[in-house]
């Protein structure tokens, strides 16, 4: 629970992120994990057009070999 708040008296709207990023079913693998680098997040809401969530994604739902990619990708764009 955040900052030492009460799971039995905290409403889940006080510890939720507000207007989180969000793919489609369409978006690629690859461009998931690099929103997930990126923006450091550990899940990614999957919505239709009109905004209706049909699932969530998760870092831990890739393999590691496409983990490795994007890390090799962040170095490489550091090093430029």
């Given at each position: 629970?955040?900052?030492?708040?009460?799971?039995?008296?905290?409403?889940?709207?006080?510890?939720?992120?507000?207007?989180?990023?969000?793919?489609?079913?369409?978006?690629?693998?690859i461009e998931a994990l690099r929103l997930m680098q990126e923006g450091g997040y550990r899940h990614l809401p999957v919505?239709?057009?009109?905004?209706?969530?049909?699932?969530?994604?998760?870092?831990?739902?890739?393999?590691?070999?496409?983990?490795?990619?994007?890390?090799?990708?962040?170095?490489?764009?550091?090093?430029?």
């Amino acid at each position: 629970m955040a900052a030492g708040l009460s799971p039995q008296k905290t409403a889940v709207a006080t510890v939720m992120t507000p207007d989180p990023t969000t793919i489609t079913p369409q978006t690629l693998a690859i461009e998931a994990l690099r929103l997930m680098q990126e923006g450091g997040y550990r899940h990614l809401p999957v919505v239709e057009d009109g905004g209706r969530l049909v699932g969530i994604v998760s870092r831990k739902d890739f393999w590691r070999d496409e983990e490795a990619e994007i890390e090799q990708e962040k170095q490489l764009r550091e090093r430029l």
